[in-house]
């Protein structure tokens, strides 16, 4: 753990990290290069509102699950983190647009969490957490099961939230997203820490513009048990 609350003190040594960053670009294949685009257009469409979010999601996710699994780079834990992506992007997807009984598309409204929704996020972190510190630590060779299991609890949580299109989903993927900054630069994996940066910033701004939806909000909005799966 002190390596890697050094490697965030780390960040502010860019004549060792550009270097760094050249070199990892160098190396990065033509796989890892398009999971990269799709992020980034990912959470910009989330940023927009835009229900394209979740197929663009579906390519990011799929390519770094295979690649995060591939024995060349063995994160295992981190494949399991975008399947799971992969799979709240395809829940996500449903019931964005859900068609009620009625036959009229109506889009499930940008809405503040809940107290119970905070109750399930709770649990999604805590329980997450837990059994991810202890996958780690007991099966895999990891050296930060406490760090790599954090980030992972909290943007299961966050993806949760997007998907029920909760405005705090941008505040837990941040809390993911500012943990693992330093994790990737521990790990040595620079382009991916900026691509972090990056998504961090935009989070920021999401949340803001997700706020000011939420409230523009009209009160007559379908009822959310009309949208629930089934």
């Known amino acids: 753990m002190p390596n890697y609350l050094f490697a965030l003190l780390s960040l502010m040594a860019w004549n060792e990290y550009l270097p760094l960053l050249t070199e990892q ?19 910009l469409l989330a940023y927009r509102n835009n229900v394209l979010l ?3 999601g579906l390519i990011s996710t799929g390519i770094y ?6 024995p060349k780079v063995g994160l295992y834990a981190e494949a399991s983190l975008n399947l799971y992506y992969f ?28 107290g119970k ?5 709770f649990a999604i972190c805590g329980l997450g957490f837990l059994l991810l510190w202890w996958v780690l630590s007991s099966f895999t060779p990891s050296t930060v099961p406490l760090a790599d299991a954090f980030v992972s609890a909290t943007a299961w949580a966050g993806m949760w939230l997007l998907a029920k299109r909760k405005v705090e989903n941008w505040i837990l993927l941040n809390i993911s997203n500012a943990a693992a900054i330093p994790l990737l630069v521990y ?3 620079p382009l991916t820490a900026l691509l972090t940066v990056f998504l961090f910033i935009v989070a920021v ?6 706020r000011r939806i939420s409230r523009e909000e009209p009160l007559s909005a379908t009822p959310l048990n009309h949208l629930k799966l089934q």
């Open 25 to 43: 670009w160098q190396h990065t294949g033509t796989w890892e290069i398009i999971a990269v685009i799709f992020s980034v257009l990912g959470v």
């Open 54 to 56: 979740y197929p663009a």
């Open 65 to 70: 699950t295979l690649l995060m699994a591939s």
């Open 87 to 114: 799979v709240m992007s395809i829940y996500g997807w449903i019931i964005w647009g859900r068609i009620p009984k009625n036959g009229t598309r109506k889009e499930l409204p940008i809405s503040k969490a809940q």
């Open 117 to 121: 929704d905070w109750s399930i996020v």
């Open 187 to 189: 790990k040595q994996m």
């Open 205 to 210: 701004f999401g949340f803001f513009r997700w």
